[in-house]
């Protein structure tokens, strides 16, 4: 079974550009969180969506913004970059529910020069 | 607001030791809690998941426990091994976002 999927790899994007990120969810997980891993503040909570719906989102500035598809696939959408948004950006997903484990993607590695 | 503590930062041993490691949260209330292995640069590999209402999991050489009433979990790592070092993280979910609240996590080092 295929896990969580993201792409691209790696971004790089000049200050004040907009950056797309892309998640595929565990086939029958219909929940999606997005997570931003920048150096030296650890994991920070972006945006939780299921089915179709955001949820929930984290202490984060109305320029990240996102979506999710209704085939649950997801997309983050940061937009006017500033250096600091550079971090990793992890995406989860699991089963609806509060109980049901998190399986997180591999990352998409943001670089704003 | 939830909070989550992990000691020590890091931890150097040698092959074969078995080892614990330490995380705490403030917030007793809550649902579950996870224990991830992340590679430097990498995502996150779910290790074990403890309900609120259990005690431990265990998982091959991992064992991981749950004291909610004091805020505290373990994770043992029984016999470690070289492919074991790695940034161990733990996080808990609280309340009714779903969100997981991680702790700065414990960075192992297992030499041979």
């Known amino acids: 079974e295929a896990g969580v999927t993201q792409s691209p790899t790696h971004l790089i994007k000049t200050r004040g550009q907009q950056a797309t990120l892309r998640c595929s969810p565990i086939s029958g997980h219909t929940s999606v969180y997005w997570y931003q891993q920048a150096l030296g503040l650890g994991l920070q909570f972006l945006l939780w969506?299921?089915?179709?719906?955001?949820?929930n989102r984290g202490n984060f500035p109305p320029r990240f913004s996102g979506r999710q598809f209704p085939n649950y696939s997801s997309e983050l959408n940061v937009n006017a970059l500033e250096l600091e948004d550079s971090a990793l950006y992890l995406c989860?997903?699991?089963?609806?529910?509060?109980?049901?484990?998190?399986?997180f993607g591999p990352g998409t590695r943001l670089t704003v020069t | 607001k939830q909070e989550v503590t992990q000691i020590p930062a890091a931890l150097s041993v040698p092959e074969g030791e078995n080892l614990v490691l330490n995380c705490s949260f403030t917030d007793s209330a809550i649902y579950n809690l996870q224990w991830f292995r992340q590679d430097p640069g990498k995502g996150l590999t779910s290790l074990l998941l403890i309900q609120s209402s259990q005690r431990e999991q265990t998982s091959g050489r991992l064992n991981a426990s749950l004291d909610k009433s004091s805020g505290r979990s373990t994770l043992y790592i029984a016999a470690s091994q070289p492919g074991d070092s790695a940034t161990y993280l733990c996080?808990?979910?609280?309340?009714?976002?779903?969100?997981?609240?991680f702790g700065t996590g414990t960075r192992l080092q297992v030499t041979l």
């Open positions: 969506y299921d089915e179709g719906e955001e949820r």
């Open positions: 989860a997903s699991s089963l609806g529910g509060r109980l049901y484990e998190q399986y």
């Open positions: 996080a808990v979910k609280t309340g009714t976002a779903s969100k997981l609240t």
